[in-house]
């Protein structure tokens, strides 16, 4: 008697997953008012302190709760002459034209990947400060960020 | 007692089964589930059994001096890495973490230790350019440039493959960094430690002293 607990904590177990996960292709044929277009929110941004006032690097996640995709398309700043949106491909790091923001998905910029470079600085970011930072997006409206300038050996996994 | 630890385990299996299957979902490769788990016990040093021949190098150094790598860093423990000044995210992490795990060390290791920044840039790195940024970095620091074909060549000795600088549409200029740190032994000259990119200043932290005496970390 008291063995079926297993397969049926399990079975439940499983009804949760299926709940907790089938948002992501069937909900786009809702009625509900959101379900047709982007709903974009970002967090994790941090600037890890640069080494020169020449360039720097940003990076956070951009959550879609929405059932419509949308794109990154470009970024300015108050403390850069220029943001240029980046992507890293082997060993090397080149400009893309804008970074996709799937639908019930997310967009990360993260070191060793996506990235923003920063060129033209104002002046260098220094640790603790914040720098203001607007992404423009294809359909959505532009989202101001605070991003925290954190020490330049930072890693978000550890959080120091 | 025991049913109860097998329902719970089950649960858990079927939890963690949950996050595997909605994390590939938003980001394509890594199901986030399993790689937070094995972040913990991962080791960032990977020892070689065959270990590596000191590239036999000789560049310009940010004194805009010749400086011979083996001759130079003979009998020293030395980290060699590969990057661009021009470079916003790996380049500057990389020497940041070793910066900061090196002054950990006692003063008298840190003297010997040597860490070697080699331009994959040269173009654009000339000596002083290169001295500059390693200087915001860590004065102690060495910088090498000299002409592509020698430093490409250099590199592939280690097991690392870059491509010169090229202009994309824009006429931006696009370089290549190295993806790996490689530890020289002072014992044996070897290149005997590798570290990839994601290696942490814990990680680094923690291996200098070994790498310092020529141990495995």
């Excluded at chain 2, 000339?126 to 970095?137: D, H, Y």
């Amino acid at each position: 008697m008291r063995r079926r607990l297993g397969p049926a904590a399990l079975v439940i177990a499983g009804a949760l997953a299926l709940a907790g996960c089938g948002g992501s292709d069937s909900e786009s044929g809702d009625s509900g008012s959101g379900s047709g277009k982007a709903e974009l929110s970002v967090g994790s941004a941090y600037m890890p302190q640069p080494v020169s006032d020449e360039m720097a690097a940003g990076f956070f996640t951009v959550t879609n709760k929405g059932g419509a995709a949308d794109e990154l398309t470009s970024v300015t700043s108050e403390i850069a002459g220029q943001v240029t949106v980046h992507e890293t491909v082997g060993s090397a790091m080149q400009e893309v034209k804008g970074l996709k923001v799937p639908a019930h998905g997310e967009l990360v910029l993260k070191s060793g990947g996506n990235h923003l470079m920063f060129e033209q600085l104002k002046r260098k970011p220094k640790e603790g400060q914040t720098v203001s930072v607007e992404l423009h997006f294809a359909h959505s409206g532009p989202v101001e960020v605070e991003m925290p300038v954190k020490p330049a050996t930072y890693n978000p996994k550890t959080g120091h | 007692m025991r049913t109860k630890t097998f329902a719970a385990a089950a649960l858990l299996a079927a939890a963690s089964l949950t996050l595997t299957a909605c994390g590939s979902g938003n980001d394509s490769d890594k199901p986030v589930a399993v790689v937070s788990e094995q972040a913990g016990t991962e080791k960032a040093a990977t020892v070689l059994d065959k270990p590596f021949e000191k590239p036999d190098l000789v560049l310009t150094d940010t004194q805009g001096k010749k400086y011979d790598l083996r001759k130079e860093t003979e009998g020293k423990p030395t980290l060699i890495y590969f990057g661009y000044t021009h470079c916003p995210d790996v380049c500057p992490s990389t020497m940041s973490n070793i910066a900061v795990a090196k002054k950990q060390l006692p003063k008298a290791e840190q003297d010997e230790l040597r860490v070697v920044f080699v331009t994959t840039d040269p173009d654009r790195d000339k000596p002083a350019e290169l001295g500059k940024w390693l200087k915001g970095i860590d004065p102690q620091f060495i910088g090498l440039t000299g002409d592509f074909p020698t430093i490409q060549a250099g590199a592939r000795t280690l097991g690392i493959s870059i491509d010169p600088p090229h202009k994309d549409k824009n006429g931006k200029i696009i370089s290549e960094h190295g993806t790996q740190v490689i530890a020289f032994s002072p014992k044996t000259d070897g290149g005997y430690v590798l570290y990839g990119e994601d290696a942490t200043v814990d990680d680094y932290t923690k291996d200098l002293p070994k790498i310092a005496k020529g141990e495995n970390p």
